[in-house]
Every structure is written in structure tokens, then in C-alpha cells.
T-cell receptor, first 115, second 116 residues
Framework: QQQVKQSPQSLIVQKGGISIINCAYENTAFDYFPWYQQFPGKGPALLIAIRPDVSEKKEGRFTISFNKSAKQFSLHIMDSQPGDSATYFCAASMDYGGSQGNLIFGKGTKLSVKP | GAGVSQSPRYKVAKRGQDVALRCDPISGHVSLFWYQQALGQGPEFLTYFQNEAQLDKSGLPSDRFFAERPEGSVSTLKIQRTQQEDSAVYLC??????????????FGNGTRLTVT
């Protein structure tokens, strides 16, 4: 059972464009939604995260939009750069109650930003 | 070092061999996690330690998988009688305290295990 569904599987964007990656979750008990960036041969690195008490969080060129009623959240990368080319993973977990760190990851989106 | 360190970076094992994968978390980090990442997939949770206590091992796929953190710092993931389906990247992560939002997970670069 895939608890976090991520789309698209791959994405090609021109430099300067907006990259949008979407995720949907099933478990309403999830209360922590991070996005991770992973380069080949490296471990995932936290990009930005959100709790469900806010609908949007922005850090630099990266924005998470969160829709609690639809059980969906998305990552927007503004002014995409070739250096953003990587695989992006959304994830979800119950941050408290004994499940800390048990992140459920999506299958990933491979982003390519063309110069 | 400043980050989570894993060794070896690559491990090739013949089917049936035992392997041991090491993780050095960030100094002072209480929580330590092991994840398995198959090719082209997202990481999947294996197990979690708080100091030396293994509080959650619900993700270990079989009793051939065993993890320990005897002194609350370095951790070892052991796989006995390796099978081809064990081939994956094994990621270790640590966090300062409990609660991911205030203390996010820091991942190492993983050990790529290939079972032939």
C-alpha cells in the first residue's frame, strides 16, 4: 500500500521556469510533510518542510503548498536553475506519538533543468 | 566529521554471505534511523534508535536483518545470508532530538550493497 503518491515521475523544465511536483497522502494522522532533494550518489537532503496548520511555506525559491482537505501538497521551484537538477522526494510522517522519523517517502521525481 | 558517515560506500557480497554496514551519526544526535532505498525508489524505513534503545524495528524485512547501537552512538546494520533482493542502498540518518519538524533527519550518503 503506497501511502504517499508522487507525480510526475520525471520533469523537464527550461532554465528560469517553474517546476511543480505534486504529492497526495492517505493517512490523515500524518502531520509532518518534508521535501528532500537527492543528487546521484548522495543521501537525501532536507529542502523544506511544512506542518498542516499552514497552507503555504516559502523559503527562497522553494514553496510548499498544502491542501489539508484534499490531502495533497506540492513543491514549487521558482526560477529553476540547472543546479536544481536532481531527484525530489516528498514524504510524510506522524511527528509525535512514537513514529518520529518513520518517514513514508514518495517514489521520487527526477527533475532536469535545461539551460 | 560534520555529517553522517557511512562505511563502506560500496559492498559486493555473494549470495549467502553476511554483511555489516556501519553508521557514524552526527555527534550528539540522539536519534538514529536506517532506511533502504531500492534503485529508482524512495527510501523505506527499516528501524529507529533513541540512544541505545531500538524503539521501532517494524520496517526490517526479515529476521535476517539486525541492527544495533550498543553505546548510543555508532550503529551497525547486519544482514545475514544475503539474498539478491537485499541489493539496495542502505541509508543512515540521525537527528538531534525526537520530533522531525524541530529536528530534521540528516542522511548519510549510504552504502550501496550488491548481492551477486
Amino acid at each position: 500500500q503506497q501511502q504517499v503518491k508522487q507525480s510526475p515521475q520525471s520533469l523537464i523544465v527550461q532554465k528560469g521556469g517553474i517546476s511543480i511536483i505534486n504529492c497526495a497522502y492517505e493517512n490523515t494522522a500524518f502531520d509532518y510533510f518534508p521535501w528532500y532533494q537527492q543528487f546521484p550518489g548522495k543521501g537525501p537532503a532536507l529542502l523544506i518542510a511544512i506542518r498542516p496548520d499552514v497552507s503555504e511555506k516559502k523559503e527562497g525559491r522553494f514553496t510548499i503548498s498544502f491542501n489539508k482537505s484534499a490531502k495533497q501538497f506540492s513543491l514549487h521551484i521558482m526560477d529553476s536553475q540547472p543546479g536544481d537538477s536532481a531527484t525530489y522526494f516528498c514524504a510524510a510522517s506522524m511527528d509525535y506519538g512514537g513514529s518520529q522519523g518513520n518517514l513514508i517517502f514518495g517514489k521520487g521525481t527526477k527533475l532536469s533543468v535545461k539551460p | 566529521g560534520a555529517g553522517v558517515s557511512q562505511s563502506p560506500r560500496y559492498k559486493v557480497a555473494k549470495r549467502g554471505q553476511d554483511v555489516a554496514l556501519r553508521c557514524d551519526p552526527i555527534s550528539g544526535h540522539v536519534s538514529l534511523f536506517w532506511y533502504q532505498q531500492a534503485l529508482g525508489q524512495g527510501p523505506e524505513f527499516l528501524t529507529y534508535f533513541q540512544n541505545e534503545a531500538q524503539l521501532d524495528k517494524s520496517g526490517l524485512p526479515s529476521d535476517r536483518f539486525f541492527a544495533e547501537r550498543p553505546e548510543g552512538s555508532v550503529s551497525t546494520l547486519k544482514i545475514q545470508r544475503t539474498q539478491q533482493e537485499d541489493s539496495a542502498v542502505y541509508l543512515c540518518a540521525s537527528s538531534l532530538v525526537l520530533g522531525s519538524y524541530n529536528s530534521p533527519l540528516h542522511f548519510g550518503n549510504g552504502t550501496r550493497l550488491t548481492v551477486t
